[in-house]
């Protein structure tokens, strides 16, 4: 089984565990039962859903302008673009939509519940982490981001629209990631010495 074979095989396996752990524990899974606004099943779905679109383009929109002004943003970018690397546009679609998912289900619908907004966002922050210098933006960028998901989550009751969130920001950043390569120049020697003489 290649890479991408065994990603996608691991966040349809972690969907459907949490998918039925959120049902035996909570007794429903699309649905949150506490939500914040008294909306029917289907309003919170069409409103949820149209602000999670909403929000995954706002948030994938200002992915080129961090990369193209911040450091860390271009070395977040260069660590993560080898997982991009090589992905074909359905391998794109279904690494996106297999992941947002997977991770949906477990910390949104069946964690949330459980460990309270900041709990989950925490845990989602950690589950983040990836080898390199920029670890610890990347897990501080997912732990907002599970705060951002968990309170959209909490707000409508639906779980729609965190799931299209995920979604479309996981899917335009691997496409970015595709289309723009990070490269670094180093600094001119003499810009470095020519400071103490």
């Known amino acids: 089984m290649n890479r991408v074979g065994l990603v996608i095989g691991v966040y349809a396996t972690l969907a459907l565990v949490s998918g039925l752990s959120t049902w035996w524990l909570h007794g ?8 914040w606004l008294e909306l029917t099943p289907l309003a919170a779905h069409v409103y949820g859903g149209l602000l999670g679109v909403t929000l995954g383009l ?44 997977g ?24 589950m983040h982490q990836l080898p390199g210098r920029a670890r610890w933006i990347w897990v501080l960028w997912a732990s907002i981001m599970g705060v951002v998901l968990g309170l959209l989550y909490r707000t409508t009751g639906s779980l729609l629209g965190p ?35």
């Open 28 to 35: 429903t899974v699309l649905l949150a039962r506490d939500a």
């Open 58 to 101: 706002l948030v994938a929109r200002l992915t080129p302008g961090s990369v193209a002004r911040f450091g860390w943003a271009r070395k977040l970018q260069m660590e993560l673009s080898p997982l991009a690397r090589g992905l074909s546009p359905r391998a794109v679609l279904a690494v996106a939509v297999l992941s947002a998912l």
């Open 103 to 126: 991770e949906e289900l477990l910390f949104r619908a069946l964690l949330l519940p459980l460990v309270g907004l900041l709990g989950q966002a925490a845990l989602f922050g950690l």
């Open 163 to 197: 799931l299209l969130a995920h979604a479309v920001i996981n899917a335009l950043n691997l496409r970015f990631m595709q289309a723009h390569e990070v490269v670094t120049t180093p600094r001119p020697l003499g810009g470095v010495l020519g400071r103490g003489m």
